[in-house]
Nanobody, 122 residues
Framework: QVQLVESGGGLVQAGGSLRLSCAASRSISSFIFMGWYRQAPGKQRDLVAT???????NYVDSVKGRFTISRDNAQNTVFLQMNSLKPEDTAVYYC????????????????WGQGTQVTVSS
Protein backbone atom coordinates (compact mmCIF):
# COMPACT_ATOMS: atom_id res chain seq x y z
CA GLN A 1 0.00 0.00 0.00
CA VAL A 2 0.86 3.65 -0.48
CA GLN A 3 0.22 6.06 2.35
CA LEU A 4 -0.53 9.76 1.92
CA VAL A 5 -0.52 11.89 5.05
CA GLU A 6 -1.95 15.41 4.95
CA SER A 7 -1.20 18.14 7.44
CA GLY A 8 -1.51 21.90 7.80
CA GLY A 9 -5.25 22.37 8.05
CA GLY A 10 -6.86 24.57 10.65
CA LEU A 11 -9.10 27.53 11.38
CA VAL A 12 -8.30 30.89 9.80
CA GLN A 13 -10.08 34.16 9.17
CA ALA A 14 -11.14 35.23 5.70
CA GLY A 15 -8.18 36.69 3.86
CA GLY A 16 -5.71 34.52 5.73
CA SER A 17 -3.37 31.82 4.46
CA LEU A 18 -2.61 28.16 5.06
CA ARG A 19 -0.13 25.73 3.55
CA LEU A 20 -1.18 22.11 3.29
CA SER A 21 1.37 19.31 3.01
CA CYS A 22 0.98 15.77 1.68
CA ALA A 23 3.78 13.34 2.50
CA ALA A 24 3.87 10.15 0.43
CA SER A 25 5.43 6.83 1.40
CA ARG A 26 7.19 6.50 -1.95
CA SER A 27 8.48 8.74 -4.73
CA ILE A 28 5.79 11.06 -6.02
CA SER A 29 7.51 10.96 -9.41
CA SER A 30 6.11 7.43 -9.74
CA PHE A 31 2.56 8.77 -10.10
CA ILE A 32 0.79 10.17 -13.14
CA PHE A 33 -0.51 13.15 -11.19
CA MET A 34 -0.58 14.41 -7.65
CA GLY A 35 -3.65 16.38 -6.71
CA TRP A 36 -5.69 18.11 -4.07
CA TYR A 37 -9.44 17.64 -3.75
CA ARG A 38 -11.92 19.11 -1.31
CA GLN A 39 -15.31 18.09 0.01
CA ALA A 40 -17.72 20.32 1.90
CA PRO A 41 -20.57 18.84 3.98
CA GLY A 42 -23.33 17.53 1.74
CA LYS A 43 -21.26 18.12 -1.38
CA GLN A 44 -19.32 15.84 -3.71
CA ARG A 45 -15.54 15.69 -3.68
CA ASP A 46 -14.19 18.16 -6.24
CA LEU A 47 -10.77 18.57 -7.81
CA VAL A 48 -8.90 21.69 -6.70
CA ALA A 49 -5.45 21.42 -8.27
CA THR A 50 -3.12 18.92 -9.93
CA UNK A 51 0.57 18.72 -10.69
CA UNK A 52 2.37 16.27 -12.96
CA UNK A 53 5.84 14.84 -12.51
CA UNK A 54 6.98 17.31 -15.18
CA UNK A 55 5.63 20.21 -13.13
CA UNK A 56 2.54 21.09 -15.16
CA UNK A 57 -0.26 22.47 -12.99
CA ASN A 58 -4.01 22.91 -13.31
CA TYR A 59 -6.53 24.65 -11.06
CA VAL A 60 -10.26 24.89 -10.71
CA ASP A 61 -11.42 28.39 -11.69
CA SER A 62 -12.52 29.34 -8.18
CA VAL A 63 -8.98 29.11 -6.76
CA LYS A 64 -6.92 30.49 -9.64
CA GLY A 65 -4.68 33.31 -8.48
CA ARG A 66 -5.13 32.32 -4.83
CA PHE A 67 -3.88 28.72 -4.53
CA THR A 68 -0.56 27.27 -5.68
CA ILE A 69 0.29 23.58 -5.90
CA SER A 70 3.94 22.57 -5.74
CA ARG A 71 6.11 19.58 -4.92
CA ASP A 72 9.40 18.62 -3.31
CA ASN A 73 10.51 15.37 -4.90
CA ALA A 74 13.38 14.89 -2.45
CA GLN A 75 10.91 14.84 0.45
CA ASN A 76 8.13 12.99 -1.45
CA THR A 77 5.84 15.86 -0.55
CA VAL A 78 3.19 17.92 -2.35
CA PHE A 79 2.06 21.29 -1.06
CA LEU A 80 -0.97 23.50 -1.49
CA GLN A 81 -0.37 27.13 -0.61
CA MET A 82 -3.73 28.80 -0.01
CA ASN A 83 -3.89 32.59 0.13
CA SER A 84 -6.79 35.04 0.35
CA LEU A 85 -8.97 32.33 1.82
CA LYS A 86 -12.74 32.69 1.63
CA PRO A 87 -15.47 31.07 3.73
CA GLU A 88 -16.50 29.04 0.68
CA ASP A 89 -13.08 27.36 0.78
CA THR A 90 -14.15 25.58 3.96
CA ALA A 91 -13.94 21.82 3.38
CA VAL A 92 -12.00 18.68 4.11
CA TYR A 93 -9.00 18.69 1.79
CA TYR A 94 -7.69 15.38 0.44
CA CYS A 95 -4.40 14.55 -1.20
CA UNK A 96 -4.47 12.07 -4.08
CA UNK A 97 -2.00 10.18 -6.23
CA UNK A 98 -3.05 8.89 -9.64
CA UNK A 99 -1.62 5.60 -10.90
CA UNK A 100 -2.21 2.88 -13.48
CA UNK A 101 -4.09 0.01 -11.82
CA UNK A 102 -2.62 -2.62 -14.14
CA UNK A 103 0.39 -3.06 -16.37
CA UNK A 104 -1.68 -3.40 -19.55
CA UNK A 105 -5.15 -2.20 -18.55
CA UNK A 106 -4.56 1.54 -18.97
CA UNK A 107 -6.96 2.16 -16.08
CA UNK A 108 -6.21 5.03 -13.72
CA UNK A 109 -7.03 4.89 -10.03
CA UNK A 110 -6.20 7.08 -7.03
CA UNK A 111 -4.61 6.64 -3.66
CA TRP A 112 -6.12 8.93 -1.03
CA GLY A 113 -4.97 10.58 2.15
CA GLN A 114 -7.08 10.78 5.28
CA GLY A 115 -8.02 14.42 4.76
CA THR A 116 -7.36 17.60 6.71
CA GLN A 117 -10.01 20.11 7.76
CA VAL A 118 -9.80 23.70 6.56
CA THR A 119 -12.25 26.14 8.10
CA VAL A 120 -12.41 29.79 7.05
CA SER A 121 -14.41 32.17 9.21
CA SER A 122 -15.86 35.49 8.11
Amino acid sequence: QVQLVESGGGLVQAGGSLRLSCAASRSISSFIFMGWYRQAPGKQRDLVATITSAGSTNYVDSVKGRFTISRDNAQNTVFLQMNSLKPEDTAVYYCSAAYFSGTFSGRVNNYWGQGTQVTVSS
